[in-house]
């Protein structure tokens, strides 16, 4: 079993920055595909970025290009989204998961191993 813990969240005012941090538990993350989610309660959990095993490939969703950045540090078994300008609508708890390929994809069922979430709160 893989452990996956997000680390990073906290409570912002409009505009400003926030650095979410996710680990996994294996020796090495070998061949593991990172994907951070977010969920606001009511709402269906919505896919903000992934990223492939190599780095090379990365997904953003709509909402967050040009402000998130997802990058990956293998060798610290830790996957990084950098959250620039945040909105107030970013409010949410945001998920970490692996999956145990190395293709990067947004489809959550994907994933094989879940983070317990972190929450983001953007104040006006």
């Known amino acids: 079993q893989v452990q996956v813990a997000e680390s990073g969240g906290g409570l912002v005012q409009a505009g400003d920055s926030l650095r979410l941090s996710c680990t996994t538990s294996?020796?090495?993350?070998?061949?593991?595909?990172m994907g951070w989610f977010r969920q606001v309660p009511g709402k269906e959990r919505e896919c903000v970025s992934a990223?492939?095993?190599?780095?090379?490939?990365?997904y953003y969703a709509d909402s967050v290009k040009s402000r998130f950045t997802i990058s990956r540090d293998n060798a610290k078994n830790t996957a990084y989204l950098q959250m620039n300008s945040l909105k107030p609508e970013d409010t949410a708890v945001y998920y970490c998961?692996?999956?145990?390929?190395?293709?990067?994809?947004?489809?959550?069922?994907?994933?094989?191993?879940w983070g317990q979430g972190t929450q983001v709160t953007v104040s006006y």
């Open positions: 294996r020796p090495r993350s070998s061949g593991f595909a």
């Open positions: 998961a692996a999956a145990q390929k190395s293709a990067s994809t947004c489809f959550g069922t994907w994933y094989d191993y």
């Open positions: 990223i492939s095993w190599s780095g090379r490939n990365t």
